[in-house]
């Protein structure tokens, strides 16, 4: 059996990331959705309310389950005995820090194949930062994260609007 995981902050999931997750599915027989709980980045959401909104995501994909973790990834992969580590390439500048983060992932653990996937031409353009900033000036995000992902952000972000989100430093 080939487990691989698919490790992210998802502060929201995005339908990128579910373009990613749903197609690595159909790649593995198992895929981990492994929710990281503290990125060098400002998050909107806890751990738990990323998690349980993932979870919600993909209730319905019986190969795919979410976890949470810390840590470095190459550990989580041998705890959970993932071989392979699932990432999603969305334009050109993602390339090249997917290649650092595979190089010293690879030097980390050789054992640990690194599999990047294209997203879908209509995602191009979606990162979560994107989703937080539309959403905290009280824009449609319907088009870029499920229902209950949207009422989510509408709850956190509730009276935000005069409030700026922080930038994150690190692409997500």
Known sequence: MVRAIFPGTFDP????HIDIAVRAARLF??????VYDKPLKSLLFLPKERIALVEQTFQDHPKIRVIGYSGL???????????????????????EFEFRMALANHRLA?????VALITDEEHTFLSSNTV??????????SSMVPSH???ALKLKLGGMSDRQIPPNALRD
């Not at 999931?13 to 990128?16: F, L």
């Open 73 to 95: 990834t190459v550990n989580i992969c041998r705890q959970i005995e993932a071989q392979v580590i699932v990432r999603g390439l969305r334009v050109f500048s993602d390339f």
């Open 29 to 34: 027989d198992e895929l981990v959705i492994a």
């Open 110 to 114: 050789p054992d640990i194949e690194i």
């Open 149 to 151: 992902v949207e009422k």
């Open 132 to 141: 937080r900033e539309i959403a905290s000036l009280d824009g449609d995000v």
């Open 13 to 16: 999931i995005h339908y990128g």
